[in-house]
């Protein structure tokens, strides 16, 4: 075999030569009869097995280049912020449809919503205090999981020891496919870090973060079902997020108690908190009143609604978590 040489060159540069014959292939033009069976394969349509095997290695090294470039744009998203600092991966998961049904209405289309992107997938990154978990988030990112393809993660911050294991798994078990990040339409990355509130980027290199549980909660759900299109009923969706994280989480026993009563009140006339459809205030309300501790003293209407909330499936690991 052919051996490379180094010499030494003017200006103590190295100079390489490379071995004039690396492989020694078969002149087919040489023999007589090697042409004539080229011709005639080519005259049945047929293709030569050595011509077959070079164009499925081809095939492979491509497949393997395209993994490779969405791989390093993922990384490219991941390094431009202060978070690559992470000490450990936990899970990465694409999860399945789940079969319960939903009362989420209206279609959605991630390049009319947020313009096209060339990169392989969207990256959700988002920072939460493992001392204040996120329920929402974890209902969004269930509904998500249903609408697209989501490559979901979970990292530790260096900030955060002794993180409990229901949280290490929140975003289930890691996927085999995980690191063909071409198959996903959305990278959801969650990092427990020591942050006093919640933070998102999203597409990291266009946006500034967006802080609060309530206000993350409000960007991903419009990932998956517009606001009403009457205002007041968009506010009124906006009041009741609101009233759920600052009252029924934030506030004393009196005023959350008087949050249960408006609740119970509202649930009397419709079957959900704004009107006849499902919506981001029956998500907000569920996981506050289910992590201020109040259900079991809820009122019957309220009683009812969790209980409805519950049956669409999508609750399921916010039950999970508390138990």
């Known amino acids: 075999m052919p051996m490379y040489q180094v010499k030494p060159v003017c200006g103590g540069e190295m100079q390489i030569d490379l071995p004039t014959c690396m492989y020694k292939l078969p002149n087919v033009h040489a023999q007589q009869g090697n042409s004539c069976t080229i011709e005639h394969s080519l005259q049945n349509g047929e ?44 899970s990465s998961s694409l999860s399945p449809k789940s079969s319960s049904s939903t009362t989420l209405t209206g279609t959605t289309d991630l390049d009319t919503l947020l313009g096209k992107d060339l990169g392989a997938l969207r990256d959700i990154v988002i920072n939460a205090n493992p001392a204040q978990p ?56 969650l990092i ?15 946006m500034c973060p967006i802080e609060g549980e309530a206000n993350v909660a409000r960007f991903l759900f419009k990932l998956l079902a517009p606001y009403p299109s009457d205002p007041a009923l968009a506010t009124l969706v906006d009041s009741w997020v609101d009233t759920a994280f600052f009252q029924l989480v934030e506030c004393s026993a009196k005023e959350r108690a008087a949050v ?48 409805a909330c519950e049956n669409l499936g999508h609750f399921a690991c916010v039950v999970q978590f508390l138990q």
């Open 47 to 90: 293709v030569d097995p050595a011509v077959k095997a070079l164009e499925a290695r081809q095939d492979e090294i491509m497949k393997k280049l395209y993994e490779l470039k969405a791989a390093v744009e993922g990384l490219a998203k991941t390094v431009t912020t202060p978070d690559a600092d992470l000490d450990l991966t936990v």
């Open 134 to 189: 996120p329920l929402t988030l974890l209902v969004l990112h269930s509904l998500l999981c249903q609408r697209y393809r989501v490559l979901s993660t979970v990292h530790v911050h260096s900030s955060v020891t002794n993180v409990p294991p229901q949280l290490l798994s929140c975003l289930g078990p890691r996927h085999a496919d995980s690191y063909a990040r071409q198959m996903f339409q959305l990278g959801f990355t």
């Open 192 to 206: 427990w870090k020591d942050v006093p509130k919640l933070q998102m980027k999203f597409s990291v290199q266009n």
């Open 260 to 307: 249960l009563r408006a609740l119970n009140s509202a649930l009397g006339r419709s079957p959900w908190l704004v009107g006849p459809e499902f919506s981001l205030a029956d998500i907000a309300c569920y996981c506050c009143v289910m992590q201020s501790g109040l259900a079991s003293s809820a009122p019957t209407n309220v009683q009812r609604w969790l209980k």
